[in-house]
C-alpha cells in the first residue's frame, strides 16, 4: 500500500482545491440558487475529505445530515423567499472591499503563525471506529449528548413555532 | 461456482504481477471492480426497463414489446438510440447550468452505492466500515437533484413534483434509517458483509418476529424513496404531467430514468442483504442468490405497480408519520427484547410486541368512518 | 502524506471565505450558507488533528459529531425566523431590514 500513497495524496489536494473553489463560488456567485448548489459540492467535498482522514462515519454524517437535510432546508428557503432569478438586486453590501482587505490581514497573520508552531505529529496517525465512537457517546460524553439531543428538540419546536404561519 | 467472479479476477491480476510493479496491479484491481460496476449498473437499468414493460404487460393481459428481436429482447438498444438521437430542449426561462446539472448529479450516487453491495461471497468492491450508513446517506443525496431540477425547469408541474418529492422523502428517510437499526443492534456493525454472514445457516433476519416487521417496513420506504408506484406521486402522468422530469428530454430523461431503475435494484439489493440473507443459500452459487432475492423482489415492487392506485398526498404522509415512524421505533424495542433474553422466550416476547404495537398502531389509525345513520321516522 | 501545514492553511481559507461570504452577503440565506461553509473548516480541523495530534481519535469526532448536529438546528431555526420576516417584511436582506432605526 506503500507505494500506493502519492496517487492518495494527490486525490487529497485535488479534492482540497475544489472545496476552496466551490466555497469562493458560493460566497461570491449572485445567483442565490447556485450559491446553494455550489455549497452542496463544497459539502460533498469536505465529506470527501474525511473519508480520506478514516473519519468514515462522520464523512457518512456529513452527507446525511449537511447534504441530505440541511441543503434541502436552504435551497427550499431560497426557493420560498423568491426573487432570486432577479439579477439586477445586488448581493453584496458596502463592506465588500474592507472585508476582503481585513481579511487578507487575518490571513497573513495566522499562515506565518501557522508554519512556525512546533507541531507534534503521531508517527502513526489514529483511526477510530464507529463502535468506540459510540461507547464515547454512552459513556464519557453521555451528559453532552443528552443535552444536545435537548437542543435538537427545542430547536424541532422553535423552528415549527416560528415558521407557523399566524391563523 | 460460487468464487467464479473472485477467481477470474484474482487470476487477472496475478498474470499482471508477472510484469507491472505493485501498485500498477492495485490499480488493475481498482479499475476492474469499477468497470465490473459501470458495465453492470447501465445493463441492469435496460434490461429492468424492458422487465418491467413485459410484467406489468403480462398484468395487464397484453405482450408487452415483442417486435424488435426475440421476445422483444432487442428492445432496450432501440430505446437507447431513440433517446441519444432525440431533440435535447431546454426550456427559454429555465436556469440553463443547473438543468444540466441535475441530470448528470443524480446518476452519480446511483452508481455509488453499488460499492457497498456484497454481490456474493469475497465479491463486494469496498468492504466500508460504515457500509448501510454509507448506502442510506448517498440515497439520501438523490433530494436534492430532483428538487433542482425541479426549480430549474421553471415550469408549475416541474415545481409540484419536485416539492412533492421533497416532502415525501425526507418523511420516508426517517422509518428507513429506524428499520435498519435491529438489525445493526443484533450485528453490531454497520458492514454489510459482516450483516451477510451474520445470517449465516439460515439465520435470516426475516425469519424473526422484529426481522419481519423491519424487512416489511424497510422494502416499503424504499419504495417509497425510490418513488415507485404506490407512492409515485413526484412524477404522478395522471396529476402534473410528469413532475420533475417534465421540462427534460433525450439523454438527460434518460438519465433520470436510469438513476431510478439503478436505485430500485440496489434498494432491492440491499434489502435481501439486510434482512433475506444476502448471498447465502444452498446448492446454488451465492452470487446468484443475491440476484435470484433482488429480483423478486424488483418483481413485487412492478406487482405493485400493476395492481395498485396511486396514494392521496395526505394519506402518504399520514402513512410515513403515524404508522411507519411509530412501528419502526417499537420494533426496535422488540429487537431490543429479543436480545436480552434466552433462545425460545425472546422470539414468543418480541413477537407479542410486535403484533401488540401493529394491532393499536392499526386502531389509531383507523380512518374516521361515520356512524352509520339510523333512519326512525322514515320507514315508509 | 500530506503535510499538516497546508491542510491548515487550506482549513484557514476555507474558515476566511466563509468569513467573507458573512461579511459581504446582503442576503440573509447567504449569510447562513456562509456560516455553514465557517462550521465545515473549524469541523475539518477537528477531524484533522484526531488522526495526527496525540488526542483521542473519540474526543474531536464527537465534537464533529456535536457541531454537525448543532448546525442542522442552526439551520432549522434560522431558515424558520427568515421566512418568517420574509412574511412580515417583504425582504430578507439585511440592510433592508431596519425597523428600529430613524
Redesign the interface.
Known amino acids: 500500500m506503500n507505494s500506493f500513497a502519492p496517487l492518495v495524496s494527490v486525490v487529497q489536494y485535488v479534492l482540497m482545491f475544489i472545496v476552496l473553489g466551490a466555497a469562493i463560488v458560493t460566497v461570491s456567485i449572485g445567483n442565490l440558487f447556485r450559491a446553494a448548489i455550489f455549497l452542496a459540492f463544497t459539502l460533498l467535498g469536505v465529506a470527501g475529505l474525511y473519508f480520506f482522514l478514516h473519519a468514515d462515519f462522520i464523512a457518512a454524517m456529513q452527507i446525511l445530515i449537511y447534504v441530505g437535510a440541511i441543503m434541502t432546508l436552504v435551497i427550499f428557503a431560497v426557493m420560498l423567499t423568491g426573487k432570486m432569478q432577479d439579477p439586477l438586486v445586488a448581493q453584496s453590501n458596502r463592506q465588500k472591499i474592507p472585508a476582503f482587505i481585513i481579511l487578507c490581514g487575518v490571513s497573513a497573520f495566522l499562515i506565518p503563525t501557522i508554519l512556525k508552531a512546533p507541531w507534534r505529529t503521531l508517527a502513526t496517525p489514529h483511526a477510530t471506529t464507529a463502535a468506540n465512537l459510540g461507547r464515547a457517546l454512552m459513556g464519557e460524553f453521555v451528559f453532552p449528548f443528552e443535552i444536545v439531543s435537548l437542543v435538537l428538540l427545542v430547536a424541532l419546536i422553535g423552528a415549527i413555532a416560528t415558521a407557523r404561519s399566524d391563523e | 461456482m460460487d468464487q467464479l467472479f473472485v477467481n477470474l479476477k484474482h487470476s487477472i491480476l496475478i498474470f499482471a504481477g508477472n510484469f507491472l510493479p505493485e501498485w500498477a496491479v492495485i490499480l488493475i484491481s481498482i479499475l476492474i471492480s469499477v468497470t465490473a460496476i459501470a458495465v453492470f449498473g447501465p445493463v441492469t437499468m435496460m434490461y429492468l426497463t424492458l422487465l418491467e414493460r413485459k410484467f406489468v404487460g403480462r398484468i395487464q393481459n397484453r405482450f408487452g414489446p415483442n417486435r424488435v428481436g426475440k421476445w422483444g429482447l432487442l428492445q432496450p438498444l432501440a430505446d437507447g438510440v431513440k433517446m441519444l438521437t432525440k431533440e435535447d430542449i431546454v426550456p427559454k426561462g429555465a436556469d440553463h447550468f443547473a438543468h444540466f446539472l441535475a441530470p448528470v448529479a443524480i446518476v452519480i450516487p446511483a452508481l455509488l452505492v453499488f460499492a457497498v453491495v456484497p454481490f456474493g461471497r469475497n465479491m463486494v468492491a469496498v468492504d466500508l466500515s460504515i457500509g448501510i450508513l454509507f448506502f442510506l446517506a448517498l440515497s439520501s443525496t438523490t433530494t436534492i437533484w430532483i428538487f433542482v431540477a425541479a426549480w430549474a425547469s421553471r415550469n408549475k408541474f416541474s415545481l409540484l413534483g419536485g416539492l412533492r418529492s421533497v416532502a415525501q422523502m425526507v418523511s420516508y428517510e426517517i422509518p428507513m434509517v429506524l428499520s435498519v437499526v435491529p438489525v445493526l443492534m443484533v450485528v453490531g456493525s454497520f458492514s454489510t458483509v459482516a450483516i451477510v454472514e451474520a445470517q449465516s445457516g439460515w439465520n435470516w433476519f426475516v425469519l424473526t418476529p422484529w426481522g419481519l416487521i423491519g424487512f416489511v417496513l424497510f422494502f416499503l420506504t424504499g419504495v417509497a424513496e425510490v418513488n415507485r408506484t404506490p407512492f409515485d406521486l413526484p412524477e404522478g402522468e395522471s396529476e402534473i404531467v410528469a413532475g420533475f422530469h417534465t421540462e427534460y428530454s433525450g439523454m438527460k430523461f434518460a438519465l433520470f430514468y436510469m438513476a431510478e431503475f439503478m436505485n430500485s435494484f440496489t434498494i432491492s439489493a440491499i434489502v435481501s442483504t439486510v434482512y433475506l440473507g444476502g448471498w447465502q443459500g444452498p446448492w446454488l452459487p451465492g452470487w446468484l442468490w443475491l440476484l435470484i432475492k433482488s429480483y423478486a423482489l424488483i418483481l413485487v415492487m412492478m406487482w405493485f405497480r400493476g395492481t395498485l392506485p396511486r396514494f392521496r398526498v395526505d394519506q402518504l404522509m399520514g402513512f410515513a408519520w403515524k404508522f411507519l415512524l411509530p412501528l419502526a421505533l417499537l420494533n426496535i424495542f422488540a429487537a431490543g427484547v429479543w436480545l436480552a433474553f434466552a433462545r425460545p422466550v425472546n422470539y414468543l416476547l418480541s413477537a407479542i410486541i410486535v403484533a401488540l404495537a401493529l394491532f393499536i398502531l392499526y386502531f389509531a389509525n383507523r380512518p374516521d368512518m361515520p356512524k352509520k345513520r339510523v333512519y326512525r321516522y322514515a320507514v315508509e | 502524506?500530506?503535510s499538516?501545514?497546508?491542510?491548515?492553511?487550506?482549513t484557514?481559507?476555507?474558515f476566511?471565505?466563509?468569513?467573507?461570504?458573512a461579511?459581504?452577503?446582503?442576503?440573509m440565506?447567504?449569510i447562513?450558507?456562509?456560516i455553514?461553509?465557517m462550521l465545515?473548516a473549524v469541523?475539518?480541523n477537528f477531524?484533522?488533528f484526531?488522526?495526527?495530534?496525540?488526542v483521542?481519535?473519540?474526543?474531536a469526532?464527537?465534537f464533529?459529531?456535536?457541531v454537525?448536529?448543532?448546525?442542522?438546528?442552526?439551520?432549522?431555526?434560522g431558515?424558520?425566523?427568515?421566512?418568517?420576516i420574509?412574511?412580515n417584511q417583504k425582504t430578507?436582506?439585511?440592510?433592508e431590514i431596519d425597523l428600529l432605526k430613524w
Open positions: 502524506m500530506m499538516i501545514n497546508h491542510f491548515l492553511i487550506f484557514t481559507l476555507l476566511l471565505i466563509g468569513l467573507y461570504g461579511l459581504s452577503r446582503r442576503n440565506i447567504g447562513l450558507m456562509s455553514e461553509i465545515n469541523n475539518l477531524i484533522f484526531s488522526r495526527f495530534l496525540d483521542p481519535a473519540e474526543t469526532q464527537v464533529a459529531i456535536f454537525i448536529v448543532l448546525a442542522a438546528a442552526t439551520a432549522a431555526v431558515l424558520a425566523i427568515v421566512l418568517q420574509y412574511r430578507i436582506y439585511t440592510d
